[in-house]
Every structure is written in structure tokens, then in C-alpha cells.
T-cell receptor, first 116, second 111 residues
Framework: EPEVTQTPSHQVTQMGQEVILRCVPISNHLYFYWYRQILGQKVEFLVSFYNNEISEKSEIFDDQFSVERPDGSNFTLKIRSTKLEDSAMYFC??????????????FGPGTRLTVL | GDSVTQMEGPVTLSEEAFLTINCTYTATGYPSLFWYVQYPGEGLQLLLKATKADDKGSNKGFEATYRKETTSFHLEKGSVQVSDSAVYFCALGGTASKLTFGTGTRLQVTL
């Protein structure tokens, strides 16, 4: 069964450093998402991406964040200068709506980011 | 904006007990409603969904009915198993749009 994969599973970084979180969505999907979950809190939407551009973003997704689909398979989230409060589990998801009906968003296993 | 409210956990039940996890929502328009499950160390998996009022979603013995009049989507299972121990998230969303999640409810089932 196709699945969304994410690397690394755990990333530890120093405050102020740049990190890139990587995701490989399901190959025939068209919409891609990043969510995050701070420990003990709810899963929060960060950004959605379609047709090589951002389609929606939350207030969390400020200028420190960027997304890219560099090669038609990977989907990356970059944080330019990490802060302590960026420590969270980051989930990638993808879906492929067809005919206007909702299709399931498939989630990856997550990358745990720890900022020291 | 849209929001989802779930009952606080953890919920601890004995095997074969009846489960209810409450979920209510606030939304503009007519969103679809979902229950996702997160097993320890894993990502989020869709458990069930309902796309319009009065729809009932069901999977693996779990059920939830989309109640527009009470803006609710409560998750139920008649007889839980130890293997159901996980965190359950209620969520709402539209076609290709973001999902808005509740805070999650941890279920612990004991023998």
C-alpha cells in the first residue's frame, strides 16, 4: 500500500540553525500539507501546497518557514532560523481530490524536531 | 474560524467496555468530519469520516454520526480491545483544504 514517508524521524538542532524536513508524498497525489503538533497539544495546520505554489497558510507559517517541491517527488519544509518554540512533531500529508469529492489525507509518521 | 472541541483524556476502560469520545465543532459552511487515530510511535490514520449531515461513518467497530443540529460527531465503539489503545483526534475539513483538529483524546484499554 502506498504511504507517505518522512525523514529524518528525529532532528536535533541548535537555536538559530536552519533545518529542512523532508517528505515523499504518495506519487499520484496533487495536494500536500504540513502540520505540526507541539507535545501535548493539538495538531495544527501550517501550509498547503498545490500546483507548485502555496494554496493556504496559517499564521504560524511566517517568513521563517518555506516549502518546496524541488524534484517532483520530495516535498520539503524549511525553517530558516529555528527557535525553541519550533520544537514539535511535524507531519506531512497528501491527498488527491477527484471530482470535487473529499479524499482522505494520508499522513506520514512525522519528524520530531528538538531545538536546543 | 473553525474549531473542534474534544473531551479531555485520558480515558481508561476495561476490555469489552463501551466507548464514547465526545466531539463538537464550530464551522462555517458544511465541512466533512473525521476521526483520526494515532497509535504509539506512528502517524495519523483515518479511522472514519462523514461528509454530510446524518451520515454515519464506521470502521473497525467504531461509529460516528454527523449531527448538524447538535454540531457533534461523537465516536463510539460497543466493545473496546487492548489494541484500540491510542490517541483519537476529531477533525473537520473541506475538499482539498486544511484539516482542523481537536486536542486528541488518549484511550487506554486494560485487561
Amino acid at each position: 500500500e502506498p504511504e507517505v514517508t518522512q525523514t529524518p524521524s528525529h532532528q536535533v538542532t541548535q537555536m538559530g540553525q536552519e533545518v529542512i524536513l523532508r517528505c515523499v508524498p504518495i506519487s499520484n497525489h496533487l495536494y500536500f500539507y504540513w502540520y505540526r503538533q507541539i507535545l501535548g497539544q493539538k495538531v495544527e495546520f501550517l501550509v498547503s501546497f498545490y500546483n507548485n505554489e502555496i494554496s493556504e497558510k496559517s499564521e504560524i507559517f511566517d517568513d521563517q518557514f518555506s516549502v518546496e517541491r524541488p524534484d517532483g517527488s520530495n516535498f520539503t519544509l524549511k525553517i530558516r532560523s529555528t527557535k525553541l518554540e519550533d520544537s514539535a512533531m511535524y507531519f506531512c500529508a497528501s491527498t488527491s481530490p477527484a471530482g470535487g469529492s473529499y479524499n482522505e489525507q494520508f499522513f506520514g509518521p512525522g519528524t520530531r524536531l528538538t531545538v536546543l | 474560524g473553525d474549531s473542534v472541541t474534544q473531551m479531555e483524556g485520558p480515558v481508561t476502560l476495561s476490555e469489552e467496555a463501551f466507548l464514547t469520545i465526545n466531539c463538537t465543532y464550530t464551522a462555517t459552511g458544511y465541512p466533512s468530519l473525521f476521526w483520526y487515530v494515532q497509535y504509539p510511535g506512528e502517524g495519523l490514520q483515518l479511522l472514519l469520516k462523514a461528509t454530510k449531515a446524518d451520515d454515519k461513518g464506521s470502521n473497525k467497530g467504531f461509529e460516528a454520526t454527523y449531527r448538524k443540529e447538535t454540531t457533534s460527531f461523537h465516536l463510539e465503539k460497543g466493545s473496546v480491545q487492548v489494541s484500540d489503545s491510542a490517541v483519537y483526534f476529531c477533525a473537520l475539513g473541506g475538499t482539498a483544504s486544511k484539516l482542523t483538529f481537536g486536542t486528541g483524546t488518549r484511550l487506554q484499554v486494560t485487561l
